[in-house]
């Protein structure tokens, strides 16, 4: 299995709360990605990073926020969350942009209420 | 627009009943299609990436298969264990995003 851990795995939130997630990798990858998935969507990106400080956005990136201060960390934040962020939360990363794979990490389940 | 479509939506199989996932897409050039395996509550977990049609790719009891326009996952005397999620995501030429299917649960049945 690829080294990607996500914390935390579960997490129950306010509306209107910061809330941040956290992918971390030990392969020493340079992409990493954040993906939602919910039920008849299928996984959508959020923000996707190609190196230390260096990101852009996906399908779905309003109301989410990406830094990247280090290889091996990528975090999501959601500012101010809202119901509609109800989700799961996956990280995947690889290697290089070009066919390489993804590999995904667990994954974090977050309820906003 | 890009998009992928998986059919069908569920799969109820008997033990040893083989079978077929499809994926169909529309991207604006391939670079490459990749199938996953997803378990409850867990990550997707690679199987198979295919890159140009004609191309091939077996695993144990699953095939990969790709068109110009479908690829599929072909499933041959498939094990309770083969019970999963099965999810196909394709990456256009112009860029890095990938688009996924939203997948084909497949329950095999002792």
């Known amino acids: 299995d690829a080294g990607i851990t996500q914390s935390p795995r579960h997490k129950v939130t306010e509306t209107g709360t910061p809330v941040t997630l956290r992918c971390h990798q030990t392969e020493n990858h340079r992409y990493m990605y954040w993906y939602r998935q919910d039920p008849g969507h299928g996984l959508r990106l959020i923000h996707y990073s190609y190196g230390v400080k260096d990101t852009d956005k996906g399908e779905v990136s309003d109301g989410y926020s990406v830094s990247r201060s280090k290889t091996e960390d990528f975090l999501l934040t959601l500012e101010s969350a809202t119901s509609s962020q109800t989700s799961v939360y996956f990280c995947a990363i690889s290697e290089s942009s070009g066919t390489d794979t993804q590999y995904f990490g667990p994954g974090t389940r977050l309820t906003v209420l | 627009e890009d998009q992928v479509t998986q059919s069908p939506e569920a799969l109820r199989l008997q033990e040893g009943e083989s079978s077929s996932l499809n994926c169909s897409y529309t991207v604006s050039g391939l670079r490459g299609l990749f199938w996953y395996r997803q378990d409850p509550g867990k990550g997707p977990e690679f199987l198979f990436t295919?890159?140009?049609a004609g191309e091939e790719k077996e695993k144990e009891r699953l095939k990969a298969t790709l068109t110009k326009k479908e690829s599929f996952l072909h499933i041959t005397a498939p094990k309770p264990e083969d019970s999963a999620t099965y999810l196909c995501?394709?990456?256009?030429?112009?860029?890095?995003?990938?688009?996924f299917g939203t997948g084909t649960s497949l329950t095999v049945i002792p």
């Open positions: 295919l890159y140009s």
């Open positions: 995501a394709v990456q256009a030429n112009t860029g890095n995003q990938f688009y």
